[in-house]
């Protein structure tokens, strides 16, 4: 059974860091890509990164890219999302999201990802 489980998710003020985790349990982690996802109230779930299984490699959106760092330790079963500078409309629930196929190919389509943790809040507020 897959499962995956988000955490490190919290307040944090402008200009803040904070890591997020994400432990997979139920699969081996070394052959899926994992996507790291955000949905603000009100709005469509949006694909931040993505960690490719097949190279190694990785991709962000543009609104991210030099503030946010994807990572992965497989023999841990964890992928972390690192976010520094954080802004205001950072703000949202977090998700990662597993695909056995193991590119980042279309990444930020939900439609892509065929497993999901439950979420973490990150707040960027003063």
């Known amino acids: 059974q897959v499962q995956l489980v988000e955490s490190g998710g919290g307040l944090v003020q402008p200009g803040g860091s904070l890591r997020l985790s994400c432990v997979a349990s139920?699969?081996?982690?070394?052959?899926?890509?994992i996507g790291w996802f955000r949905q603000a109230p009100g709005k469509e779930r949006e694909g931040v990164s993505c960690?490719?299984?097949?190279?190694?490699?990785?991709y962000y959106v543009d609104s991210v890219k030099g503030r946010f760092t994807i990572s992965r330790d497989n023999a841990k079963s964890t992928v972390y999302l690192q976010m520094d500078s954080l802004k205001p409309e950072d703000t949202a629930v977090y998700y990662c999201?597993?695909?056995?196929?193991?590119?980042?190919?279309?990444?930020?389509?939900?439609?892509?990802?065929?497993?999901w943790g439950q979420g973490t809040q990150v707040t960027v507020s003063s």
């Open positions: 139920g699969f081996t982690l070394d052959y899926y890509a």
């Open positions: 960690s490719s299984s097949s190279d190694g490699s990785t």
């Open positions: 999201a597993a695909d056995l196929l193991g590119l980042c190919k279309d990444y930020v389509l939900p439609a892509k990802w065929g497993s």
